[in-house]
C-alpha cells in the first residue's frame, strides 16, 4: 500500500513481535477462534509474530492514538481488533490499516494499527473469518488487488475464504520488511 523512499514496501520490522489487543465487546460468539485463524494465517504468510496481549476496553472507529502509555505502557500501542456496529463502516465488512514512524535512516514502518470488523449475524464462521484475514492484509501492507480470484480482491465478485497465490506472495514480500527498530 506504501512505500518507503528507496521502493520498497513500508511493512511492520521482522524483528519485532506485533503485539494486538481485542475489544470483543461486540464480538460473536466464535470471534475469539476466527481471529486466532485469522491470525495465524497471516503469520504463517508472513512470517511476523503476533503475541495476544488479551482484551481492552478501547473502543474502534480510528480515532486512536498510536502512543498510549496511560493504557498500554511506554511502548507503541498495541494493534487494536475491535468488533463494531455495521453502521460505523460505512456499509463494509471491515476495515484495517496501520500507522508509521520514521526510522533514522530515513525509512519508515508500520508501528501498530486497527482492524475493525462488521458484527454481521447472517456471516457464516468461514465468511468472517474471510473478512478478518482480508483487513489483517490491509493492516500488514497490502493493498485491494484487482484479481477476483484473490481474497484481497476490493469486491468479492469470487468468494474466497483464505488467502490466494497472488495475496500470498504480496504477504511474503511484507514479511520481509526491514529491522528499523521503530
Known sequence: MQTNPDGSP????????????????????NGPRL???????????TGLVFIDDGATDE?????RKPYQPERYGDRWAPVLIAWVDPSELSG??????????KAFDGNSAYVTGELDVSVLPNYDNNLERAVLEHELGHLVGLAHDDDGDELMNSVAVHQKYEYQPGDLAGLAILGQGKCLGV
Not at 524483528?15 to 461486540?26: D, E, K, L, Q, S
Not at 481471529?35 to 504468510?45: D, F
Open 35 to 45: 481471529v486466532k485463524e485469522a491470525i495465524a494465517a497471516v503469520s504463517r504468510a
Open 59 to 63: 473502543p474502534g472507529g480510528f480515532k
Open 10 to 29: 513500508i511493512a511492520y520490522d521482522p524483528c519485532r513481535p506485533i503485539h494486538y489487543v481485542t475489544n470483543g465487546a461486540r464480538q460473536l460468539e
Open 92 to 101: 463494509d465488512a471491515g476495515q484495517g490499516n496501520s500507522l508509521t514512524a
